[in-house]
């Protein structure tokens, strides 16, 4: 799973934090990455097999986040989460972000959102301090 800001290419090197025990079968696909200028439609159909990458967005932006208890960033950013063909979550994956309080009166709040085996992986992920709101893909 790549960190926050714009998608790196894939090489060899890239190791996903949510699915390290594929890094040899990748390996071999990474010639086939897509490149920070491709859109997520496009990165979807052609980008590194089993990975799917997510926009995450918050209001207010700038928020840490944290994708299975690893902090990979600030949002707005995209993430890579392993998935299936059909484009479902390959494992339990968790995305949390941090509100921070700015004055006293404010109480910090964290927000998480969970995909297990049964959720289809979104295109877009939005954090409001009431929720997470997925967009899927087609939508």
């Keep these: 799973m790549a960190g926050c800001g714009t998608v790196p290419k894939k090489n060899a090197g890239d190791v996903p934090a949510a699915d390290k025990s594929t890094v040899a079968d990748n390996r071999a696909e990474a010639s086939a990455a897509a490149t920070p200028a491709d859109t997520p439609a496009i990165q979807r159909k052609r980008g590194w097999?089993?990975?799917?990458s997510v926009?995450?967005?918050?209001?207010?932006?700038?928020?840490?986040?944290?994708?299975?208890?690893?902090?990979?960033g600030t949002?707005?950013?995209?993430?890579?989460?392993?998935?299936?063909?059909q484009g479902f979550s390959r494992q339990n994956v968790s995305i949390r972000v941090r509100f921070i309080a700015k004055n006293p009166g404010e109480k910090s709040q964290t927000v998480e959102q969970k995909f297990t085996a049964l959720d289809r992986l979104p295109e877009q992920l939005s954090f409001?301090?009431?929720?997470?709101?997925?967009?899927?893909p087609g939508a």
Aim: hydrophobic letters at 35%; charged letters at 20%.
């Design 128 to 136: 409001s301090r009431t929720g997470a709101k997925r967009v899927l």
């Design 75 to 85: 949002t707005p950013c995209r993430v890579l989460l392993p998935g299936n063909e």
């Design 49 to 52: 097999k089993g990975e799917y």
């Design 55 to 72: 926009a995450i967005t918050s209001e207010p932006p700038g928020l840490t986040v944290v994708v299975n208890g690893i902090p990979v």
